[in-house]
Nanobody, 125 residues
Framework: QVRLVESGGGLVQPGGSLTVSCTLSGDTFRRYSLGWFRQAPGKEREFVAVISWTGLSTYYADSVAGRFVISRDNVKETMTLEMNNLKREDAGTYFC??????????????????WGQGTLVTVSP
């Protein structure tokens, strides 16, 4: 069974940077496209970024494009999200997600097959 585990959340000041990571176990890492969603209290889970199986293709939500960078290392079997110039509205629980498919459906949480437990990102002075 596929299991996703996030790490790296924490407290950061506005304008700062933070990196969160995700590992996948239970199946072959490189078979899955991987991505991130986030959820703030009282809000729906929203798409952040996704990376294809090889890492050659990425896609970002407009709200984070130019500030966040998603990457993966298929040898170390780790995927990371580097978050720069963080804003208060970036705060929330960040969920790692995985799916065998890669495409437009990735922006919808209901279309993604596997989820981690989440890691909390707090943006505050």
């Amino acid at each position: 069974q596929v299991r996703l585990v996030e790490s790296g959340g924490g407290l950061v000041q506005p304008g700062g940077s933070l990196t969160v990571s995700c590992t996948l176990s239970g199946d072959t890492f490189r078979r899955y496209s991987l991505g991130w969603f986030r959820q703030a209290p009282g809000k729906e889970r929203e798409f952040v970024a996704v990376i294809s199986w090889t890492g050659l293709s990425t896609y970002y939500a407009d709200s984070v494009a130019g500030r966040f960078v998603i990457s993966r290392d298929n040898v170390k079997e780790t995927m990371t999200l580097e978050m720069n110039n963080l804003k208060r509205e970036d705060a929330g629980t960040y969920f790692c997600a995985a799916d065998r498919a890669y495409g437009g459906s990735w922006t919808m949480a209901k279309e993604v097959g596997y989820w981690g437990q989440g890691t909390l990102v707090t943006v505050s002075p």
